[in-house]
């Protein structure tokens, strides 16, 4: 009895280790898109992406930036108070998206503007995505839903 249960815990190991390298290399496969990267604009500014990669991009909408276009085309650029990237978008807007308030842009950097696929914004008064407050506590500029100003 004692031989069957450790024969029966080796293969149960063995079978689980198959298992994991398996998955691992499924995950190494995988194409580069299909892992979505999040930048600031200071990153995006300091080290442009490939026009082939696809990556979020986060930050405050600039005052004064949103330009409306023809249908639903609107252009707007996004800032973390150390660098300001044009955006370029198609397609209908959240209903809570507006200047000053932060989003979050998914797409690709292309010739200078962030050419955007999907544009989130904030969920309520207080809701911004973790990695926007981390990018904007990096500048120092980051003002907490209590109007407060947050440093690092």
Same mark, same amino acid.
């Given at each position: 009895?004692?031989?069957?249960?450790?024969?029966?815990?080796?293969?149960?190991?063995?079978?689980?280790?198959?298992?994991?390298?398996?998955?691992?290399?499924?995950?190494?496969?995988?194409?580069?898109?299909?892992?979505?990267?999040?930048?600031?604009?200071?990153?995006?500014?300091?080290?442009?992406?490939?026009?082939?990669?696809?990556?979020?991009?986060?930050?405050?909408?600039?005052?004064?930036?949103?330009?409306? +276009?023809?249908?639903?085309?609107? =252009? &707007?650029?996004?800032?973390?108070?150390? *660098?300001?990237?044009?955006? /370029? $978008?198609?397609?209908?807007?959240?209903?809570?998206?507006?200047?000053?308030?932060?989003?979050?842009?998914? +797409?690709?950097?292309?010739?200078? =503007? &962030?050419?955007?696929?999907?544009?989130? *914004?904030?969920?309520?008064? /207080? $809701?911004?995505?973790?990695?926007?407050?981390?990018?904007?506590?990096?500048?120092?500029?980051?003002?907490?839903?209590?109007?407060?100003?947050? =440093?690092?």
């Amino acid at each position: 009895m004692r031989g069957l249960k450790k024969k029966r815990r080796v293969q149960v190991l063995a079978l689980s280790g198959v298992c994991i390298a398996a998955v691992l290399g499924l995950l190494a496969l995988l194409p580069d898109e299909s892992f979505q990267f999040f930048r600031s604009p200071s990153e995006v500014a300091a080290d442009p992406p490939r026009e082939t990669e696809l990556f979020r991009i986060g930050g405050l909408v600039e005052d004064g930036s949103m330009i409306r +276009g023809v249908g639903t085309e609107v =252009t &707007f650029k996004v800032t973390d108070g150390g *660098a300001s990237i044009p955006v /370029s $978008y198609t397609g209908i807007l959240p209903d809570l998206f507006a200047e000053g308030q932060g989003m979050v842009g998914q +797409g690709r950097y292309i010739n200078g =503007t &962030f050419q955007a696929v999907e544009i989130l *914004a904030k969920h309520d008064e /207080s $809701y911004m995505p973790k990695e926007v407050v981390d990018a904007l506590k990096e500048q120092g500029i980051y003002v907490a839903p209590d109007d407060a100003v947050a =440093t690092n």
